[in-house]
């Protein structure tokens, strides 16, 4: 009886990985405790808070120390007067931001940042706001993570979305994990990972670095194995490719596997290819076969950093298998050549034909919980023309059809007096984007800057002319309606499925409102109520997702469906072998390894090295939970940098010795990042690795992925200057 | 009638009386009659995700039902009857 009438699920805040038990699946994940928990604290930033701190003197503070202060309470104004932030209605802030935006000389003078937890509900009424303004500028947070997924799949298989369900990697033979850590950041994967392991699956890794959690994993769920302290081996094959080396990597695989076929057919016997997947399914494979042959094995060993023994290996995993499923998050997608790496994948698994079918496919696993929905409901700075010509029948409107700014576009834009707004769907612009001193003050260059947050952080301390900090519900928190009525959200997916979710807490705040009302609010004063009822939409998340179904084909009866357990799928034309491609059929692409990567390049200079920023344990994105980080045997610090013992002896340096990290100044720009104590690590020589947001000051923000402007925080040159006294 | 039966009986009671969901209406009877006095072991006698009972909890705090704490870690809440609640059960039930 109970579980038969449960109410809504309730979607964990966390990460993107699909839940096959929704409703429950954060207490599941240590990750997912941490989020809720990090969302339901006791602690208040409240008017008494803010009157007690300059915005300057919290400008000095660590991101950890200022989102612990707590929940936001009240809608905050800044006061350049006082230096400080001031309570102020909601009424008078929805005013004046919309004035505000109304006096800028052109719609397109204003930035729309979407943060990957908005809703769906959220994120549709903010670019319906946005478009009906005027501008299709929406820098998003995935622009700085799976970009090049998206452009990547959509040239290879004609969708930006991997091709997976969960219940694929309960049949694949061999799943490929690259560039990806789901120890810390997708701890719920670990648990299918592991699954698959147990029945004999094999689980090839490819990150840089020896991540302890990624190679073991206890099962919270298991509590046998949790008492005995023991483990299950996750990686049956743990390879470390240098930074950017994946490519290289992928490419050796295929290079042997069509010598073992030529050998195979020149025997008499059967291809080892899926010879009719590729005849009826895809283009270009001659092409990129000629280009793969034409690679030398010098190159690719160099490039990739592994030998020609351990891409063997790799190739053996991949021919063993019937079916075969790649993952890969940043690692891939974070640096110049990121989109090509994203196609060699899937040129890789188009050869068996392990795209469209079960328990095989390709699988970019998103990171913040609702990053791949928010780009479904249209937060795209360059949306395809049947998404606009739907919206504006469905509402009225004239949407833009320039094409707007992604996040590289709205830092240029600012720095350059070109953009003088910035609203903030939640996130933390300033610290997640390279470059933070740059970015930072761009964003005090602007006349206005509005963030929708539910903890204060560094990010809102870079104040505009008039700055709001607008506090919100969390997704943990109980929202109703003027009636009284409990309102949901939906979300989806890494693996496309849509859920809904209800909150389970009581709210921080009487005074705070859900991120639908604000975004209503601001909209009703800047642009009016007389085409678009805002009022009514900010109360009926109901009537939102109503309209919602008639802009954005596969959601008919959004409200019906999303109310069923585990919600529903989101149809995936290539997961059905529908290849929405110029040329109908899936697309090999042909394009050549690099010349060179950064490690390559950074060797010619003594002292240079390749760095990758990534998050600790205690972290999600810019959120940092806690000072330790458990599995690299790092605690109460983040500043620290991990170096290859042998790299560490060649710069004449001890482990645990202070430097400062510098980046490449060769625009001009000084990039420092001070004070970092030298952790010896289990890291290819030449490869570097700290944690973000402290590195991104030495990330440069005008530089960028080929086709997909993803900053490259996964291949930053720096050098080391040790710290006197050291 | 079976000791599972007496108890959904109850709960159907309460639910119809108080106008509770079905959810909110086990927690208040397992709280009361001892069966599970936090969230997280309600969760785990009843097969339901413990986000399901936190919601249930917080909707029932202050009414029914009071937490007498939270875990920071865990989110699990410790539960007790308010006077409200306890009259349910004759006013006795916290003793139980």
Not at chain 1, 407 to 421: D, F, N, P, Q, Y
Not at chain 1, 595 to 607: C, D, Y
Not at chain 1, 652 to 666: I, K, Q
Request: charged share 25%; with cysteine.
């Amino acid at each position: 009886m109970l579980k038969a009438n449960q109410p809504d699920g309730f979607d964990c805040p966390g990460c993107a990985w699909g839940d096959p038990e929704h409703g429950s699946s954060f207490e599941f994940c240590e990750n997912g405790v941490k989020a809720v928990a990090w969302e339901s604290t006791e602690r208040r930033a409240t008017p008494a808070f803010f009157a007690r701190h300059t915005v300057s003197e919290l400008r000095g503070w660590s991101d950890y120390d200022l989102e612990n202060v707590g929940r936001l309470t009240h809608p905050m104004r800044y006061d350049a007067a006082t230096d400080r932030y001031v309570a102020v209605d909601w009424a008078d802030a929805f005013a004046e931001i919309g004035a505000e935006l109304r006096k800028l000389n052109s719609p397109n003078e204003a930035e729309f940042y979407t943060s990957g937890r908005a809703s769906n509900e959220a994120a549709f009424l903010y670019q319906l706001f946005a478009r009906s303004f005027g501008t299709n500028n929406f820098p998003d947070c995935s622009n700085m993570c799976h970009e090049a997924s998206g452009v990547g799949l959509i040239a290879s298989i004609g969708i930006g979305k991997g091709t997976v369900l969960l219940e694929d990697f309960h049949h694949a033979d061999a799943i490929f994990v690259i560039g990806q850590n789901p120890a810390t950041n997708h701890p719920r994967m670990l648990g299918d990972l592991r699954k698959a392991s147990m029945r004999g699956a094999r689980v090839a890794v490819l990150n840089p670095i020896r991540e302890r959690g990624l190679e073991k994993f206890a099962d919270p769920q298991d509590k046998i194995e949790m008492l005995r302290g023991g483990a299950t081996s996750i990686a049956t094959h743990y390879f470390q490719p240098k930074l950017g080396g994946d490519m290289a990597a992928i490419r050796g695989v295929a290079k042997i596997v069509f010598a073992r076929d030529d050998l195979e057919k020149a025997a008499g016997r059967p291809s080892l290819l899926d010879e009719e997947f590729i005849a009826r399914h895809t283009h270009g494979i001659e092409t990129w076969r000629a280009e793969v042959i034409a690679t030398p094995w010098g190159h690719i060993e160099d490039q990739s950093g592994l030998t020609y023994d351990e891409i063997e290996t790799l190739a053996d995993v991949y021919l063993g298998a019937e079916r075969v499923i790649a993952t890969w998050a940043m690692g891939v997608t974070q640096h110049k050549h990121s989109v090509a790496t994203v196609r060699e994948i899937a040129n890789l698994l188009f050869l068996r034909g392990h795209v469209g079918r079960e328990g095989a496919g390709l699988c970019p696993v998103r990171g913040h919980s609702n990053v791949q929905g928010d780009r479904t409901v249209g937060i795209n700075e360059n949306a395809p023309g049947w998404f606009l010509d739907n919206l504006d029948k469905e509402f009225g409107i004239a949407s833009p059809r320039t094409p707007g700014h992604n996040v590289l576009h709205a830092i240029h834009a600012m720095v350059e007096g070109r953009s003088k707004a910035f609203i903030g769907l939640g996130g933390n612009f300033a610290r997640a984007t390279p470059d933070t001193p740059v970015v930072e003050a761009a964003l005090r260059a602007c006349r206005l800057t509005v963030q929708i947050a539910t903890k204060p952080n560094l990010g809102h301390m870079a104040v505009g002319e008039v700055a709001y900090l607008l506090p919100c519900l969390g997704r943990t928190e109980i929202e109703r309606n003027s009636k009284g009525k409990v309102q949901i959200v939906t979300v989806e997916d890494s693996m496309s499925m849509v859920h809904g979710s209800g909150g389970i807490n009581k709210p921080a705040s009487p005074h705070l409102k859900s991120e639908v009302a604000i975004i209503a609010g601001m909209a009703a004063e800047a642009v009016g109520s007389q085409v678009i009822d805002w009022a009514a939409m900010a109360d009926d998340n109901d009537l939102i997702r109503d309209r919602l179904s008639r802009v954005i084909p596969g959601f008919e009866d959004y409200n019906v469906r999303v109310r069923k357990p585990r919600g529903f799928w989101l149809r995936n034309s290539a997961t059905e072998r529908e290849w929405r491609t110029p040329s109908g059929r899936a697309e090999f692409s042909a394009a050549p390894l690099p010349v060179e990567v950064e490690h390559q390049s950074a060797r010619k200079t003594e002292g240079q090295f390749v760095l990758q920023t990534f998050r600790s344990h205690d972290q999600y994105n810019t959120t940092v939970y806690g000072l330790d980080d458990r599995y690299r045997g790092v605690y109460g610090e983040r500043r620290v940098v991990f170096i290859n013992p042998q790299d560490i002896a060649a710069m004449g340096a001890e482990p645990n010795a202070r430097v400062d990290v510098l980046g490449s100044s060769e625009d001009g720009r000084a990039r420092v990042a001070e004070d970092f104590r030298i952790v010896a690590y289990d890291i290819p020589r030449g490869c570097v690795a700290g944690y973000y947001p402290e590195l991104n000051a030495v990330v440069p923000f005008n530089k960028a992925g080929e086709g997909s402007d993803t900053p490259l925080s996964k291949s930053t040159l720096v050098t080391f200057r040790q710290r006197s006294g050291a | 009638m079976s000791e599972a039966d007496a108890f959904l009986a109850r709960v159907e009671a309460i639910a119809e009386s108080q106008n509770l969901q079905p959810l909110e209406a086990a927690l208040v009877v397992s709280v009361g009659e001892g069966v599970a006095r936090d969230t997280m072991s309600f969760g785990r006698v009843f097969g339901v995700g413990h986000a399901l009972a936190l919601r249930a909890a917080a909707a029932l705090e202050g009414g029914l039902l009071r937490a007498t704490s939270t875990s920071a870690k865990s989110r699990r809440m410790r539960l007790e009857l308010t006077e409200a609640g306890a009259a349910l059960f004759g006013g006795t039930a916290q003793a139980a």
